[in-house]
C-alpha cells in the first residue's frame, strides 16, 4: 500500500533533548516537506527538499534540522534550540507540479 | 514572502445550504492554490486545487473561483451535509504544485448545522 509514513504518532520531549521525527514514503516523489501545525493555526513551512542530498530552509527553520540522504526519507530532528517545540508536525511528499499529500502527522509535546 | 489571509475564522451553515470561504494572497506571482480539508486530529487531505491560467474549477458539490488581478479565491460547497464539518485551509504557492512549499491561510472551522 503507498503512502506516507510518520513515526512516532506521539512523541515527548524532555529539557534540553534533540529528538527526531521519521517520514518515509514509497510513492517515488521527488519532493518531500515539513510543516508544523499550531492549534488554531495553519500550517507553516520548516524545510523541503526537492532532490536528494539537497534542502531548503522554509519560513521556521531555527531549531530543526533534516536530512535526504534518500530519496524515500526525510528525517526532521527538532533540536534543544527550538523553544517551543510543542505542536503537530506533517510531512508531505509529492512530483512537481502536482499536489502535496500528507502523513498522519507526529504530536511533539514536551515532559 | 508570500501572506495569506482566510475568512472566517469559523462558519456556520444549515445542512442543505452553501457555504463560501474566501481567502486572499499578498504575491502576485503565486500560481497555485489548493484547498485542504482537515477533520480532528488527522492529516489534511487536498479537496480541489486551481492554477493561474484558470478562473474556476469545479468537482461534484465543490468549485473554487480566482481572481488574480483582486489577488483572491474562494470556496464554495453546494447542498452541505453532515460530513463536510472539518477545518478548511487554503493555500498558494508562486512555484508549480508548491514545489518550494505552500503558504497556508490560518484555516475556517464549517460547521453543518443538521
Known amino acids: 500500500d503507498g503512502g506516507i509514513t510518520q513515526s512516532p504518532k506521539y512523541l515527548f520531549r524532555k529539557e534540553g533533548q534533540n529528538v527526531t521525527l521519521s517520514c518515509e514514503q514509497n510513492l517515488n516523489h521527488d519532493a518531500m516537506y515539513w510543516y508544523r501545525q499550531d492549534p488554531g493555526q495553519g500550517l507553516r513551512l520548516i524545510y523541503y527538499s526537492q532532490i536528494v542530498n539537497d534542502f531548503q530552509k522554509g519560513d521556521i527553520a531555527e531549531g530543526y534540522s533534516v536530512s535526504r540522504e534518500k530519496k524515500e526519507s526525510f528525517p526532521l530532528t527538532v533540536t534543544s534550540a527550538q523553544k517551543n517545540p510543542t505542536a503537530f508536525y506533517l510531512c508531505?511528499?509529492?512530483?512537481?507540479?502536482?499536489?502535496?499529500?500528507f502523513g498522519d502527522g507526529t504530536r511533539l509535546s514536551i515532559l | 514572502g508570500e501572506n495569506v489571509e482566510q475568512h472566517p475564522s469559523t462558519l456556520s451553515v444549515q445542512e442543505g445550504d452553501s457555504a463560501v470561504i474566501k481567502c486572499t494572497y499578498s504575491d502576485s506571482a503565486s500560481n497555485y492554490f489548493p484547498w485542504y480539508k482537515q477533520e480532528l486530529g488527522k492529516r489534511p487531505q487536498l479537496i480541489i486545487d486551481i492554477r493561474s491560467n484558470v478562473g474556476e474549477k469545479k468537482d461534484q458539490r465543490i468549485a473554487v473561483t480566482l481572481n488574480k488581478t483582486a489577488k483572491h479565491f474562494s470556496l464554495h460547497i453546494t447542498e452541505t451535509q453532515p460530513e463536510d464539518s472539518a477545518v478548511y485551509f487554503c493555500a498558494a504557492s508562486y512555484s508549480g504544485g508548491g514545489a518550494d512549499g505552500l503558504t497556508f491561510g490560518k484555516g475556517t472551522h464549517l460547521i453543518i448545522q443538521p
Open positions: 508531505a511528499s509529492s512530483i512537481v507540479p502536482q499536489p502535496q499529500h
